[in-house]
């Protein structure tokens, strides 16, 4: 009889041991996964994000990455507009999203205390131009209803959100959605299109390089209506980087080495431009012409830096209007901490 308990409380004892390796595995899988070495990042249409065309074509995130010792897997994705890029991001689809900082301050405020999202870097400063093709328009004023403006996206999109401010200098902060109603989504290449042919009902488009110059070049009734340097009072970082806290946290050694890589992407095309424009040529399988391509990026007015500039005006008239509920009181406020990105404003 006592053989028997004791075989029996043997066999107890190992079903209870495999009972609790099981549950040991189970609470491991049922963890979250996670580990260094993975990041997906979406980009948009156009030369503003060279940086990330040239980061790609030189593989600077996987060499920053070893030298981290992390081997890193990047992932590409082509998004078109403020708005579908927020979306990838807030599902978890994307860990790094590229858009204009009107888009960042609105993802800002949505997760103010939540997923807590904030800006990366600066792609650099680019002037953007609302080009329109109407002879009779000359300044934003002389808009009717008969005209119709293409950007990326409506009311959201750093050109939407410029041409606000636009409107609310010229007629008041009451009136800065006076344009709204005229304005259409439309990513970049389908806009230039359609300006450049002129046969359709789009004869203005608030576009980025290398867009609005091709219109400018091959269209001869367009000309240049308005510049976001104009309305932001200089140079100023209308497209961003930007991520979430917990990605930020749980990959300290990839989001550093992919900071880094912009750092050197952004000396890299200031100390040579023409190697840079072969690198947009190849990452975008387009034949852009490379003679204007050049001149963009050689161009005085636009810089390549990854410190943001002039984005607290921006994001100080989003508040006046209602656009954001929290009203951040510096630029650091909606930007991570990070000695690559301290000068920035």
Not at 53 to 78: F, M, S
Not at 90 to 97: H, M, P, Q, V
Not at 166 to 184: C, M, V
Not at 209 to 229: G, K, M, T
Request: glycine share 6%.
């Amino acid at each position: 009889m006592s053989a028997l308990i004791h075989r029996f409380s043997g066999a107890r004892r190992r079903v209870l041991a495999l009972a609790a390796g099981l549950g040991l595995v189970c609470s491991t899988l049922a963890l979250p996964a996670h580990a260094e070495g993975r990041i997906r990042i979406a980009e948009q249409f156009g030369v503003v994000y060279l940086l990330l065309n040239v980061a790609q074509d030189q593989k600077l995130i996987e060499k920053h990455g070893k030298q981290k010792g992390v081997d890193i897997q990047v992932e590409w994705t082509k998004l078109s507009g403020g708005a579908s890029t927020n979306d990838a991001l807030l599902s978890g689809s994307i860990d790094i999203a590229a858009a204009g900082v009107g888009p960042l301050l609105t993802l800002w405020d949505r997760t103010h205390g939540k997923q807590n999202v904030k800006g990366v870097a600066s792609l650099g400063n680019f002037p953007y131009y609302l080009v329109s093709t109407n002879p009779n328009v000359k300044t934003i004023a002389d808009f009717t209803d008969k005209d119709r403006i293409a950007l990326p996206a409506v009311t959201v999109s750093v050109q939407a959100r410029i041409l606000q401010m636009a409107a609310a200098k010229q007629w008041g902060d009451k009136e800065f959605a006076r344009l709204d109603k005229l304005t259409q989504a439309l990513p970049h290449p389908d806009a230039a299109a359609a300006l450049i042919a002129g046969k359709t009902e789009i004869n203005a488009h608030f576009g980025n390089p290398p867009f609005q110059d091709q219109e400018l070049a091959q269209n001869p009734n367009a000309h240049i209506v308005l510049n976001s340097y104009d309305v932001l009072g200089g140079p100023g970082s209308a497209t961003v980087l930007y991520a979430t806290e917990k990605f930020r946290n749980e990959n300290p050694k990839t989001y550093s080495a992919f900071v880094a890589a912009l750092t050197e992407a952004a000396q890299f095309i200031t100390s040579n431009p023409e190697a840079a424009v072969d690198a947009y040529l190849r990452v975008n399988k387009t034949n852009t012409d490379r003679k204007l391509l050049l001149s963009i990026i050689t161009n005085p007015q636009v810089q390549f830096k990854v410190a943001p500039q002039n984005t607290f005006t921006f994001a100080q008239f989003l508040h006046r209007i209602g656009a954001i509920k929290n009203q951040p009181k510096s630029w650091r406020d909606y930007f991570f901490d990070d000695p690559a990105t301290a000068q920035g404003s």
